[in-house]
């Protein structure tokens, strides 16, 4: 069986190399008027056979131009310039060559200069602008549609890419709107509202960077047309079948010169995913707001991630989201925007669990109802007052309520345990805003001085009954078991960055700044609601951290090469109070870090990087009192918990060339961590016993990641991800022993553990003129861990997904996929996905579609995994959202 699936793979490899790689042609060509002169700046515009701009040009002072194509293509030729009349010609481009025109000169009136003065293409220094009129067809919808037929820029599936890279920056009148969420900006904005496409090609976000400063990307901006300055837009959408699913959403859009307001809200009952992750990130300002700009934190402790929970695949399930945001620029040196979104599911379904140890085989079959309710808000302030100065202040609030009851029935060995419910309340939130201020001294020098708060509340409260086999800590039988756990948090930051730039080749950095973290415990433990009165059952711990740093960097820019070094001188002050103990840590180190950044060419980009980090242990790690994490699993800290010191290095490299259609990019990253932290589990009793431990020997992991894209033509395109990742570590296992009269004894090892992962997606692109495309693919995943045991998990997934325009009505579109699981080469699981829907335009702005889902009925998923702390196998299956068939009214304004 395995044979036949990697014979599958070699076979989708095959097809990718037996395509021949269409060759580059290039197009050079000589504009004259009718006596032989030299037409300067005229503008070259070349379209491929699907009306798409494929190259763009303008002649030089002797009138030459050059474009580079791909081969074996239909082309039409057009060129414009103000004194001449247009020329139009079509061609097929079978190999380079040179092409001569002739222009006429054109008589016309000064009301026809006027109008005729309107170019197709105008290049304003590093701005090139797009007049859409001239590019827009009848038959384009939205912006998506008309950035399609933009010479140089590529589309795909509402992203937009210059010279390979995505361009994250699409303001409309200058300004940022829908909170810089360009994909649901380029699916949703009219078409026929645009007037001019600008593309700054050297756009800084930050305006106070230094000319050392790489940070210059491409940049859109959307003019719109006088009468659309102010202009609401939107979709409405009503679906459903006869008795059981509903599907209902709303997309608002309005814009004015000054503001710009986003409403959205869903509800459905078959799981559709209105907002990705990606969405979420974007509306809360960006992966770049998650950066933190240049802070550093040596507290090891789990970030504020922000819960937004998932309604997907559940048997039966209700989901409801509203989002709102809002955007206010009253004038060029204020700009505020927000957002809140509400997000409410409930769930019920049926699940199992099996947890395979050696000689033991747990199983819990379990009937689920989870019902998470979460509120994310953010606010943006920017103030702007002078060119050479700025403020912003950022607040981000999260609040969550995550409720799961289960009711389970119990297993060990096939031989029946009894009944046990489990509930968990999960409530928690997270306010965190940050403030900074930014002076530009000079022409090139710089100073930040940022402040960060963040505060967090969180109880994950838990209850355990059972029936039959009680759980047992320290010699007491818990049947009704009630977890009270509260922990707070607060963290503080002030530190500063001054720039000074010592010549156009090199710069200083100065950093210097302090991080603070109080942090509070509290967790008790009864029975039958009474409390148990034991040190180790009511903890009580406080914690505060205070770490101090400065750090210098020197910057040195030689021709292509860019090279950073610097070090810095780290305080680290810690105090832990428990009810048994006291605990106090004082700590100063330097850590020196170092990178490279090579730049061959425009199309290459290698860095190298090392650098020393710190991490030190927060209150959960180091509270020894007894935290009940499951029916099979009790964890306590422990107070001797000592920094761990990470060596981290990495290199990528990444080559882009937009004249053959070749993307890749590979990187290697490796840490080698000393005195890491490392769970120590005693495994002879039940439930198990996990702590954490300095591991006296030597962690190491290694990744490596690999990846590309290549266009052979316009019909055919190879994608190929993977990653390997080998983690080498050691924990502390206590085991019991038992001699040849039967008398039991616990012996503790270290034990040498290891995992190696590997990943591999390989994505075929076709289409077929212009009505087809389709996606041919396959993935395999391989994870094996040793341990005490050794456990190997194998999947293969071959997938495909069509789109088929039928005609200028219909749409058909649909994807499959075929899950197949191993645990250590034995099969169990196969699942198959299929997904259909055919779409029907019936007016101009009217849809009404027929979708069908989980067409071939499988009603299970499972997932398997390796729990080193237990020496387990874990397999997890899932009741899945069965056959459903809807039908679906939209409506776009």
């Known amino acids: 069986m395995h044979k036949s699936y990697l014979l599958l793979f070699v076979v989708f490899g095959l097809i990718s190399l037996q395509l021949n790689a269409q060759e580059v042609c290039k197009l050079r060509g000589e504009v004259r008027d009718s006596i032989g002169l030299p037409v300067f700046d005229a503008s070259v515009s ?23 194509l791909p081969c074996n293509e239909n082309y039409e030729i057009e060129i414009e310039h103000f004194d001449y009349e247009s020329y139009a010609q079509q061609i097929q481009l079978n190999k380079s060559q040179s092409l001569r025109f002739q222009l006429k000169k054109a008589t016309i009136t000064l009301e026809q200069a006027v109008i005729q003065a309107k170019r197709p293409i105008t290049v304003k220094g590093d701005t090139i602008e797009y007049d859409a009129d001239s590019f827009r067809t009848a038959a384009d919808e939205n912006l998506e549609d008309l950035l399609k037929k933009l010479p140089g820029l590529q589309v795909e599936n509402g992203k937009v890419y210059y010279e390979g890279k995505e361009i994250t920056t699409i303001k409309v009148g200058n300004r940022e709107v829908l909170g810089g969420n360009t994909k649901l900006l380029t699916k949703n904005l009219p078409a026929d509202a645009i007037d001019k496409v600008q593309l ?14 790489d940070d210059e990307e491409a940049m859109l901006n959307i003019e719109l047309k006088e009468d659309k300055k102010s202009l609401l837009f939107g979709t409405l959408t009503q679906g459903g079948d006869a008795h059981k699913h509903y599907d209902a959403q709303s997309k608002l859009f309005y814009f004015s010169p000054k503001t710009d307001l986003t409403s959205i809200t869903d509800y459905n009952t078959y799981g559709k995913e209105v907002f990705t992750t990606e969405d979420y990130f974007t509306f809360l300002g960006g992966f770049s707001e998650f950066m933190e700009e240049g802070s550093s934190f040596s507290l090891r402790e789990e970030p504020h991630r922000i819960s937004l929970g998932s309604a997907q695949n559940a048997a039966e399930m209700d989901a409801f989201l509203s989002a709102l945001h809002f955007g206010y620029e009253p004038n060029k040196k204020l700009f505020t925007n927000g957002f809140v979104l509400f997000n409410y599911n409930d769930l019920s379904f049926h699940s199992t669990q099996e947890r395979i140890g050696e000689g033991l085989h747990f199983k819990d079959e379990n009937d689920n109802d989870q019902r998470l309710l979460s509120t994310v808000g953010r606010f943006r302030l920017d103030y702007t007052p002078d060119n050479q100065t700025q403020w912003k202040y950022r607040a981000t609030l999260n609040y969550m309520e995550n409720d799961n009851r289960q009711f389970a029935n119990t297993f060990l060995n096939d031989i029946s345990t009894g009944v046990r419910e489990n509930t968990n309340k999960n409530h928690s939130l997270v306010f965190r805003h940050n403030l900074s201020y930014i002076r530009k001294i000079g022409r ?28 047992v800590i320290d010699s007491i039988g818990f049947f009704n078991l009630k977890q009270n756990h509260r922990t707070k948090v607060q963290n503080f930051q002030i530190y500063g960055i001054y720039n000074h730039l010592l010549n156009n080749t090199s710069n200083l950095r100065f950093k210097a700044g302090a991080n603070f973290s109080w942090q509070r415990l509290n967790n008790k433990i009864y029975e039958d609601d009474t409390l148990i009165a034991s040190p180790l059952f009511m903890s009580d711990s406080d914690f505060d951290f205070t770490e101090i740093y400065a750090d210098l960097t020197y910057t040195k820019k030689i021709g292509a090469f860019k090279f950073d070094a610097g070090v810095g001188l780290h305080n680290f002050r810690e105090n832990t109070h428990t009810v048994n103990d006291a605990h106090a840590l004082r700590l100063t180190k330097l850590l020196p870090h170092a990178s490279l950044q090579i730049r061959p060419n425009n199309a290459q980009n290698i860095n190298l990087s090392y650098s020393q980090q710190y991490k030190l242990p927060n209150l959960s790690d180091l509270s020894d009192g007894y935290e009940i994490q499951n029916y099979y699993s009790v964890y306590s800290g422990f107070l001797g918990l000592q920094p761990s010191l990470y060596h981290n290095g990495n290199v990528t490299y990444g080559y882009f060339n937009s004249f053959n259609f070749l993307n890749f990019y590979l990187g290697v990253n490796y840490s080698r961590i000393i005195n890491n932290f490392q769970s120590q589990s005693d495994m002879s009793q039940m439930p198990q016993h996990n702590s954490l431990i300095n591991n006296p020997e030597k962690d190491q992991t290694l990744s490596f990641y690999l990846g590309g894209q290549k266009r052979f033509s316009r019909l055919y395109s190879l994608g190929l991800n993977s990653s390997i990742s080998y983690f080498q570590y050691f924990t502390s296992i206590k085991s019991p022993v038992f001699d040849d009269e039967g008398n039991m004894s616990v012996v503790e090892n270290w034990t040498d553990n290891s995992s190696l992962t590997q990943n591999y997606t390989l994505v075929n692109k076709f289409k077929i003129k212009r009505k087809v495309e389709f996606d041919l693919g396959l993935t395999y995943s391989n994870s094996h861990f040793k341990s005490l045991v050794s456990t190997r998990f194998e999947s293969w997934r071959p997938f495909g997904k069509v789109a088929w325009s039928i005609s200028d009505k219909f749409l058909f579109q649909s994807d499959y996929s075929y899950y197949i699981q191993y645990t250590n080469g034995e099969l169990i699981n196969k699942n198959q996905g299929l997904n259909a829907s055919l779409r029907f335009h019936v007016a101009k702005a009217t849809y009404l579609s027929l979708i069908g889902g989980n067409l071939l009925g499988d009603k299970r998923m499972v997932s398997s995994s390796f729990d ?13 959202l069965g056959r459903y068939f809807l039908v679906q009214l939209r409506y776009k304004f």
């Open 444 to 471: 090139d020098d710089n100073l930040g001085i940022y402040f960060r708060h963040s505060v967090s509340n969180k109880s994950p409260d838990l209850m355990i009954s059972t029936d039959l086999m009680p759980i």
């Open 200 to 213: 700054n090609k050297k756009f800084k976000a930050n305006p106070f960077s230094n000319s050392l400063s």
């Open 868 to 880: 080193e702390t237990t020496n387990q196998t874990l397999i997890n299956s899932r009741e899945l």
């Open 46 to 68: 070349v379209f491929n056979s699907k009306n798409e701009g494929a190259g763009f040009a303008f002649t030089d002072k002797e009138g030459f131009f050059s474009i580079e």
